[in-house]
């Protein structure tokens, strides 16, 4: 005999079912007020009280309750069933029924697969489904709730929510609203969202991190009806993330081989300004290559849709520097036009010596050209500020090694209200050499004087030459410049070649530098292979040049300015070799305070 219950013992189980359809209630209540309840509801025993929980069958149980009310009894079969197996019960029930919304079957499987720890083979199986209707449900979870609501309420279709499935969470609830509000069919929400993708091919960045994304077309189209196909990035701000990095990437890797990289946008506005030899926008061959010594030299690195990563080279960033070396180039090229035509009217009724032909007129014409425009850069401030630390030791150095001349530049300094520009900390390192003695670092006027009457009279001259020597490192640029020239400081004594010098240059700019000192010309073939290494296998060849002449060969970038001092000349000592041992050692490797 079918065992029954009254339907006010019988309450709601876990449900994955979510909603129910008012017509196709409407149609079951009519089925049951003709025939009654024929197929009996599944329910479990709830401990400790005279409830039994629905475990399959709530449509019937609610259509019962709707037309005969609480007391009518309920055919049920009882079962004593856990929570897991419940709901796998509740679920089998409703898949081969009336069918469960795909968003909730979606939760469902996420809250069977949790329970069993993440074994989909076994979910499956307690759900009676195949493998791949498990995957095809758990990938709608990809979904945001109102996407689920909408589906499970039948607002949308289910090749909507597959399509919605694979956009970015924060995009979906904008989408779903334009689909609802506009009654947009799958095939168009389709074509819509390609659109915005981004195609895979299209990527500069490892794609490899792509193959288990949400978000890769492919896993819709492998899963799901509705999809965009294969090869599409659905999540267009994390394509356009991943390839900033890519392109941020690309420029970190130039920063050995040019002064300026610019990473351009759309939003930019950028128009790229190409550095030539030759050309209508040219600067010549010399210019060209002082250029590349320039710090406005330099390349681009896209960040726009279409050049992805694409690197322009050898462009410069100085509009108006730029047009002053064409236009001086332009010049040149026109004078040495009008020479070559000068030369060859004066030439048409005299015979032609060697060397003086046609061919002859033009090689002078062009070194006329070359010479007429010389080159020029913009130097580096790293370069700039390395030259100041160099000219600075330079300077004491040269004081140390003239001692009338000190003389006078203390005297001058003293006279222009400039004694502050001594500096006490490089004096300071040179008493202790010089007069044997060592103290404390703070000390009155008191202490000095007792350390002054210590020291030794016959290193009382060099003692004041290191006080003059110290304003070396206190004047500010003008002044020190001034005071080179006043010393007469040969840079050729002084500069060294060697790794530190070199690593402030790019790659860029260590050509123009090789160009400049003959370096280039010195290596000959061997000097494109050099060029094409690696920056610090390029500087170690440039070290290391055969027969050239590295001791009193100096780069201009490390020469300074010329200019006349004093309008009756100099007087005193120009040799600097008297003390230099005692400068060497003095005033190399000292602490040096801020320039002024």
Known sequence: MQPTLPIRLIVQGKNPREYFDPDEMAELEEGIRAVGVLE????????????????????????????????????????????????????????????????????AAQRQLMRQRGDKEETARLMGWSPEVLERRLALMACTPAVLKALTTRSIQLGHAELLSGIPPEKQGSVLAGVLAQKVPVAVLKSQLGRYARRLSDAIFDTAQCSRCAHNSARQAGLFTESLGEGYCQHPSHFEELTLQAVQARADALRDEYPVIRIVNVSDGFTPLPLTAEGDLGVGAPQYTSCQGCQ???????????????????????????????????????????????????????????????AGQKAKARHKAAAASAPANQTPQRVVAHRLTEWRKWL??????????????????????????????????????????????????????????????????????????????????????????????????????????????????????????????????????????????????????PGFSYQG?????????????LADGLEGEVDEGEGSEVTDRTFDRQPEPAMA
Not at 50 to 77: H, Q, S, T
Not at 308 to 323: H, I, K, Q, T
Not at 556 to 565: G, H, K, L, T
């Open 553 to 565: 060969t100096v780069p201009a970038v490390m020469r300074y300015p010329r200019q006349p001092i």
């Open 296 to 358: 406005s030299f330099g390349c681009t690195v896209s960040a726009m849709p279409g050049s992805y990563g694409e690197v322009s080279r050898s462009l410069c960033f100085d509009a108006a520097c730029n047009s002053q070396k064409v236009a001086l180039w332009r010049k040149a090229q026109r004078d040495a036009q009008a020479a070559v035509t000068e030369a060859a009217g004066k030439g048409a009724t005299k015979p032609t010596a060697k060397g003086t032909g046609k």
């Open 40 to 107: 009996p509801i599944v329910v479990r025993p709830i401990p400790g009280t005279e409830l039994f929980e629905i475990i399959a069958g709530e449509r019937r149980w609610r259509a019962a309750k709707n037309v005969f009310g609480d007391d009518y009894d309920m055919p049920v079969v009882i079962k004593d069933a856990s929570d897991e197996t419940a709901e796998a019960m509740s679920v089998i029930e409703n898949y081969h029924r009336a069918a469960m919304s795909p968003a909730e079957e979606a939760r």
């Open 396 to 545: 004491a150095k040269a004081l140390m090694a003239q001692p009338q001349r000190s003389q006078r530049v203390l005297i001058a300094l003293v006279l222009a209200g400039r004694g502050a520009d001594l500096r006490e900390a490089q004096f300071r390192n040179a008493f202790e050499r010089i007069a044997g003695q060592t103290a404390p670092a703070a000390f009155g006027v008191r202490g000095g004087l007792q350390r002054a009457d210590a020291a030794p009279e016959a290193q009382l001259d060099r003692l004041l030459q290191a006080a003059t020597a110290s304003a070396a490192f206190g004047v500010n640029t003008s002044d020190l410049e001034l005071l080179l020239n006043y010393a007469e400081v040969d840079e050729g004594r002084y500069f060294q070649w060697d790794k530190e010098f070199l690593d402030l240059f790019t790659m860029s700019e260590l050509e123009s530098l090789a160009a400049e000192v003959g370096l280039k010309k010195a290596m000959g073939a061997g000097f494109k292979a050099a060029r094409a290494s690696k920056k610090q296998e390029f500087i170690t060849a440039l070290l290391k040049v």
